[in-house]
């Protein structure tokens, strides 16, 4: 390579990183402000608007906390936490059998899998005003259950699209050797296939946890009080004050109401990209 | 053969059925009551006993012009956004893709906006496009003397695009990153031979190969965009004039703000065969190119 290509070559990959910069501060826009504000205190925010942060504090944080006797945070936060994670389970309860009789033999492959799948296509809002008016005869309304189950409904297409796809490529000849021993379907679901597929049962429930966790039109229908979820919640904090907002208080719930989802991101954005991949695939 | 495959069906039946039964009864029963109430009136007041009303919903809900407002407005957002972050997604995947396969990382910074619920990037607007707190007014007016009003009538859609776009470009490059780089080397180095480089082999060979998945992603942003609910009701609700309504928020609006059950039904029942009639021309069109 001559002197001079290799210096193009140089500048190109100079090139690339900058443009890489540049994506993902423009991308992570609304979560680098957010952080910002919530580090500065109220004077600063009224005269500072920009990225520099004069005299950071964790004031905003602590006050959160002192306005729990009317906005609990923690409360809005647990609210999420075991909505998602009941709706999660729910979900590859559900899912699981089904994708094993789909992927193994050949069951509901031409009906429940398309039907299934093509719900993800469809605006939930449809099915949003009768499950409210269902809901509200048999006293779901407001629960952290009745959430769940929405939460599981809303995963369901993603889950079953993934195991399907993750059952499929297992390896056959373990599930022969224990027919042969006479294992049983579900021993031979609980105690052989899963165990296999645990980086995919994994990966599987993080996604699906984040996409519950973040789910909003349920929640804003479907909650008022007692099971108020987080994505919901962090708007009330908006107008805690009476007056105008307290920007750096909201923006410190803020963080808090993304932190989760964010943590799990950036720790398993390996399995999430290829879970994301294959669901965008098949779906 | 034949006791094993009476077997299998027996078990796939009972496999099947405790994700069958969930979704009769959570999909399947509100939509038999989308049905029946969409041609009932209806109120909160008379929700056991509606009256027969025939397609008088279907009439209203078709003859306003909010609904068709509404419409619009979700077929043009969906559209632009879709092809936004086709664009967008595309170029930023074959520009950084020697970076990204040498420090894959790298992607997991950039997916990280997919991880924010679109809900709290709403209320994050809020905050950055405020005029006094907000840091996006502020670097406009300190680099070019002028910022516009974001969420005014004119302006909101655009805004809107814009955000839904930097949230969910990352999306478009993840997948479309996945497909470029899954091409295997050894036909670049067969179109490096016969003399294809940079742009030509671009159009030639990359871009041909990777048409499927160009094709799936913007039909899966195109859809979920189309459905956009969660940041515009956090950011404006249906404010600016109402020049925000997308199909979502005017179904939400007119069960929970008007009450009118039987009109929000209708338009549900609306909305739900034309999606419909897009998966299956969809459908038909994606059987066609494989049997192709």
Known sequence: MTARASARAKLVALARWAVFALAALILNFPVIATFVTSLKGDAEIATNPSLWIVAPTLGN??????????????????????????????????????????????FGRRWLLPLVVNLRAVPLIIFAIPIYLMYQQVHLLDTRFGLALIL?????????????????????????????????????????????????????????????????????????????????????FFAASGGGVRWGVASAVMMLATLPPLLLGLLMYR????????GAVKG | MAPQARRQRYEGRLLVAPLSGFLIVLIGLPLVADLFYSVSKIGFENLRTPQFSGLQNYARSLSDPEFWAAAWFSLRFGLLVGFLELAIGLTLAIFLAPLLSAHSWLMGILMLPMMVAPALVGLMYRLILHEFVGPAPYYLLEWFGYFPSFLGRGNAFWT?????????????????????????SDLREAAALDGAHGFRRLMAIDLPLILPTIGVTFFIRFIDSFRVFDNIYTLIGAGAGGSTTSMSIYIYEAFFKVGDIGLAVAASMVLLAASFAVLYAINRLTSRAAAT
Request: proline letters at 4%; aromatic letters at 10%.
């Open chain 1, 61 to 106: 944080y602590a006050a959160i906390f002192a306005m729990a006797d009317r906005f609990d945070i923690l409360h809005f936060l647990s609210n999420s936490l075991i909505e998602s994670l009941l709706g999660t389970i729910m979900a590859v309860v559900l899912a699981f059998p089904a994708a094993y009789a789909i992927a193994r033999y050949n």
């Open chain 1, 152 to 236: 599981c409904l809303v995963n369901i297409p993603l889950v079953l699209a993934l195991l399907t796809t993750a059952i499929a490529e297992a390896p056959v000849e373990i599930e022969e050797a224990a027919r042969v021993d006479g294992a049983s379907t579900l021993v031979l679901l609980l105690h052989i296939l899963a165990p296999m597929l645990l980086s995919s049962l994994a990966a599987t429930c993080v996604l699906s946890f984040i996409y519950a966790w973040n789910e909003f039109l349920f929640g804003l229908m479907l909650t008022t009080r007692s099971a108020v979820p987080i994505s919901v919640g962090a708007s009330f």
């Open chain 1, 271 to 278: 399995q999430i990209g290829r879970s994301l991949a294959a």
């Open chain 2, 160 to 184: 809107l695009v814009v955000i839904e776009t930097l949230q969910w470009t990352p999306f478009a490059l993840l997948i479309l990153y996945g497909a470029y780089a899954a091409i295997p």
